[in-house]
Antibody, heavy 120, light 110 residues
Framework: EVQVVESGGGLVQPGGSLRLSCAAS????????MHWVRQAPGKGLVWVSR????????NYADSVKGRFTISRDNAKNTLYLQMNSLRAEDTAVYYC?????????????WGQGTVLTVSS | QSVLTQPPSASGTPGQRVTISCSGS????????VNWYQQLPGTAPKLLIY???QRPSGVPDRFSGSKSGASASLAISGLQSEDEADFYC???????????FGGGTKVTVL
């Protein structure tokens, strides 16, 4: 079965750091563009970052640029999101999403999400 | 505030046709394809339409998408109770180098 499973969420104090993981199964991460999308409680979807299939390109939303870093471990078939200098407004469910083959930004596989809470 | 503009809500009775609009600009919808997602309460989003009007395998043909200029729309024909959900449009923005989502439209089946 093709799926992605996020982990690593939790409660962090403002200014703290956390790394989210997205383990893929049923497909090879390096074959698809991969993304992180977040959703604050009761709010809409917000795109966070993407990692190209060839590993040469990354992009970030302005709100996280310079604080978040997306990366991939091909051996572990896992995508990561390193989050530093966390703020209260980063509190959200973080989804890992796969872009459908042949596309860069059509998300056909989503994880169940992992919850990040930034609070003192 | 989302750069892609959707109405916050839409509604219809079972069997009716409902249309959701998504308005953008030349840097996003005007020059890139649009994708639509359905999010049922308490669940992860699901890809409904990609590349403006393509349905992934398993998506009923009651759902259709279209694009004209810098605007797009999602139509749901033969509305069913299980269609109650939040719907989001999304597109790449060349100026921001980011994926933009619309604010979402909550569809209610009366």
């Amino acid at each position: 079965e093709v799926q992605v499973v996020e982990s690593g969420g939790g409660l962090v104090q403002p200014g703290g750091s956390l790394r989210l993981s997205c383990a893929a199964s049923g497909f090879t991460l390096s074959s698809n563009w991969m993304h992180w999308v977040r959703q604050a409680p009761g709010k809409g979807l917000v795109w966070v970052s993407r990692f190209s299939s060839d590993g040469r390109s990354t992009n970030y939303a302005d709100s996280v640029k310079g604080r978040f870093t997306i990366s991939r471990d091909n051996a572990k078939n896992t995508l990561y999101l390193q989050m530093n200098s966390l703020r209260a407004e980063d509190t959200a469910v973080y989804y890992c999403a796969r872009a459908a083959s042949g596309t860069r930004n059509a998300f056909d596989i989503w994880g169940q999400g992992t919850v990040l809470t930034v609070s003192s | 505030q989302s750069v892609l503009t959707q109405p916050p809500s839409a509604s219809g009775t079972p069997g009716q046709r409902v249309t959701i609009s998504c308005s953008g600009s030349s840097s996003n919808i005007g020059s890139n394809t649009v994708n639509w997602y359905q999010q049922l309460p308490g669940t992860a989003p699901k890809l409904l339409i990609y590349d403006n009007n393509q349905r992934p395998s398993g998506v009923p043909d009651r759902f259709s998408g279209s694009k004209s200029g810098a605007s797009a729309s999602l139509a749901i024909s033969g509305l069913q109770s299980e269609d109650e959900a939040d719907f989001y449009c999304a597109a790449w923005d060349d100026s921001l180098s980011s994926v933009l989502f619309g604010g979402g439209t909550k569809v209610t089946v009366l």
